[in-house]
């Protein structure tokens, strides 16, 4: 029981020093500012869509409020690419920043190694999510109709389960794969390329397949629009879902500390 708390304050600090590392670097500061930007961008100018195109055909367009799913997938999409350039060169970056010398003097698996630094570069990425929504969500409170600018906030219990529900484990199943490419993979181009191939192709299954495997296949919800008369959050059935992505990342990060290399253990030389 004592080494599990070890291993997992151990696998917190590289965490929380793998987002410091991320947070600092330019590229972090970058993938932040474009996330949050692209989400208060995307919802601004579809709320001043709606709010003009509402008075000439008022049921030809949807309020942005009830439409956290169809337009966050946008921004979660993007939060998948920004994982793959933060999440191939975490181990150059560590030795830059000295992460590997604090790790190597400090008794530390494989397995929570790569955990925290996944959990690190999740928290980098669904962060400015989140704060991109919090920003709408005080935007319009401030300029709710009957304002002059057509911006409302987004129906609050659809966008938790979209942010903790839905962006959240896809974020971390991504990571683990990501992380598992790198592994294999003997160059940080490749390991790129083939990530990017990887999620066009996954794009292309789901958004082909047909209705009735949607629920099964997509990591996103599915259900429809929002509600503020009968909001709804996941079932059962989609929280089971949720779970078992949980674990297969969880085995995809296992497989990966099995064939990863480590930069902070010295071999000896004979």
């Not at 195109?53 to 409020?65: E, F, H, K, V």
């Not at 992460?99 to 669904?126: E, H, K, Y």
């Not at 429809?224 to 059962?236: E, H, I, K, N």
């Not at 949980?246 to 290399?261: D, E, M, N, P």
Request: charged share 15%; aromatic share 8%; proline share 5%.
């Amino acid at each position: 029981m004592k080494s599990v708390e070890t291993e997992a304050r151990a696998m917190l600090g590289v965490a929380a020093a793998e987002s410091r590392s991320l947070r600092r670097s330019v590229r972090g500061r970058l993938v932040s500012a474009l996330l949050a930007g692209f989400v208060v961008v995307l919802f601004g100018l579809y709320a001043n869509l709606h709010g003009h195109a509402q008075a000439l055909l008022p049921t030809s367009y949807l309020a942005p409020r009830f439409l956290v799913y169809e337009l966050g997938i946008y921004p979660l999409w993007l939060a998948l690419v920004a994982v793959v350039c933060l999440a191939i060169d975490s181990e150059r970056r560590d030795t830059t920043a000295g992460v590997a010398d604090a790790v190597d003097s400090r008794p530390l698996s494989n397995f929570a190694l790569r955990a925290g630094r996944l959990i690190g570069t999740v928290a980098t990425v669904w962060i400015p999510l989140v704060l991109g929504f919090v920003v709408i969500q005080i935007v319009g409170a401030i300029t709710a109709p009957p304002a002059r600018f057509n911006f409302e906030a987004v129906e609050p219990v659809s966008l938790a389960t979209f942010l903790v529900l839905d962006a959240l484990p896809v974020l971390v199943l991504w990571c683990s794969v990501v992380m598992l490419l790198a592994s294999w993979l003997p160059s940080k181009l490749v390991v790129g390329l083939v990530s990017l191939i990887v999620l066009a192709v996954a794009t292309s299954i789901v958004s082909n397949s047909p209705v009735y495997l949607l629920q099964a296949l997509s990591p996103v919800s599915v259900r429809g629009f929002a509600s503020d008369l009968a909001p709804r959050t996941a079932d059962v059935w989609v929280l089971g879902q949720r779970a078992s992505i949980i674990v297969f990342a969880v085995g995809l990060l296992a497989l990966a500390s099995v064939f990863g290399r480590r930069t902070d253990v010295v071999r000896p030389v004979r």
